[in-house]
């Protein structure tokens, strides 16, 4: 079999952090699995070709893809490099492997280094013995004997270093958190503060995959925080702010939402001041930003990194606003009809996610319905959106929500949803009518207890980053099963 090779960098610029990998393209053929069925990690509807590749370099253990054009459907496998000699032909499917070694940064590993040492003594002996003899006669005779034994052991050390690659582990229905979480950042008992080690009310936070980092809106510090999570607990540097309250542009008066674009500049949503502000990359508390624009009482921002477009939930004008590439007049998204529960209405919105990898839609969650929103990609004001949880009046119970805050969906389409008045965080499979309780549940400081948690976020490895905000505090909670 001949198979024509097509190599393509891909490339991701994210501020001075940059994700890439080399490609090898095949089309016209499909991978065809000998003995066991070919199961991708994922498999979404991407637009384009372009964007079912950047899919896999935003998937960490991405190692192939194949993508059908008559159906935009769009495969992520891990690991197909004993399934290339049993390609088919299919002129309608492209497949595309990353070369070994080029992912740039190289997936995750762990290094587990167990070092045991042996150490015997070496010993010497000496042993002396006397005898003495005494005769009835003036001669008197003596003698002494004296032995030594010597015996030597050798000492001996052994270090072995063993090198394991993570398996890849994409979220699932059957995926499990511990419910004791850790604190990575803030007071484990819950203090509030303003060192470079405590938060206060934190609201907002995005997560930088290739370097395994977290930005925090530290609200009532009036300052964004970074924290490296490869050094946990860590001790923050200031990215913007923290210049004391205002609305100048080197400062803040309740900072909520933060969000990197794909050229890394940074933006931060003020929600006292009503405005949308933009940092440079390698910003710093001396850095002044840019005014990008109005828009009233702003929370979360969510980011589309296709298109660098900007989405910014409204909460008191009821709506989602979309500044598209980043600047420029911002226009609605969803909502903007009144409060109210109609279809095309939202009552304090908090939390939004754009995925523009794997469902192409907007996620609002409509607090005060207590609901969570979806808009297909390029609503308006007109748009009618779809209720894919909640909805059934305020409550505790498995199909209701309490004032949810933020949302994340993964490649199925699955919703995380932070229901901030019931302190949990719970899971809805893709056309659920009820969810089901993944960390959290119950008020207080423990470590498997929540108070007024705000953004939710998953890591590299899926572990669960919660901003657990009455308890000045960041979260995490290992995953457990895939």
Known sequence: MCLWFVFMIITQSVGEDMQSFRMSSMRGWKFHCTGTPCLPLVSIITSTIMKCQMACLAQAYCRAASFQKSTSNCELFTDMSNEIANMQTDTDITTMIVIAGTRSPPEPTTTTSTTSTTTMSTTTSTTTSTTSTTTSTTSSSSSTTTSTTTSTTTSTTTSTTTTTTTTACALSSQS??????????????????????????????????????????????????????????????????????????????????????????????????????????????????????????????????????????????????????????????????????????????????????????????????????????????????????????????????????????????????????????TRWLPNATSGTTIVGGTSGTASDQLNGPETILFDRYSNLLVADRSNNRIQLFNLTTC
């Open 176 to 425: 499990t958190w511990s419910q004791a979480a850790t604190t990575i950042f803030g007071s484990q008992a819950g203090t509030s503060g303003s060192t470079l080690s405590l938060l206060s009310g934190p609201n907002g936070m995005y997560y930088d995959q290739p370097n395994n980092r977290l930005i925090i809106a530290d609200m009532g510090n009036y300052r964004i925080l970074q924290i490296s999570l490869n050094n946990s607990p860590a001790v923050a540097t200031v990215i913007a702010g923290s210049n004391g309250q205002g609305c100048n542009m080197n400062q803040f008066n309740a900072p909520a939402g933060v969000g990197r674009d794909s050229s890394g500049q940074l933006y931060v949503a003020d929600y006292n001041c009503n405005q949308v502000v933009r940092f440079p990359p390698n910003s710093n508390s001396t850095t002044s930003g840019t005014l990008i624009g109005s828009v009233a009482t702003p929370a979360i921002i969510s980011i589309n990194a296709l298109t660098n477009d900007v989405y910014v939930v409204s909460v008191g004008g009821n709506s989602v606003y979309k500044f598209v590439g980043g600047s420029g007049s911002p226009v609605v998204a969803a909502g903007g009809n009144g409060n109210g529960n109609a279809l095309n209405q939202l009552s304090n919105p908090n939390g939004i996610y754009y995925d523009y990898l794997y469902t192409n839609a907007l996620y609002v969650t409509d607090q005060y319905n207590y609901r969570i929103m979806r808009f297909p990609s390029g609503s308006t004001s007109a748009t009618y959106g779809t209720v894919v949880a909640g909805g059934n009046g305020v409550g505790s119970g498995a199909n209701q929500l309490n004032s949810p805050r933020s949302i994340v969906v993964d490649s199925s389409g699955t919703l995380y949803i932070g229901d901030q008045g019931n302190n949990r965080v």
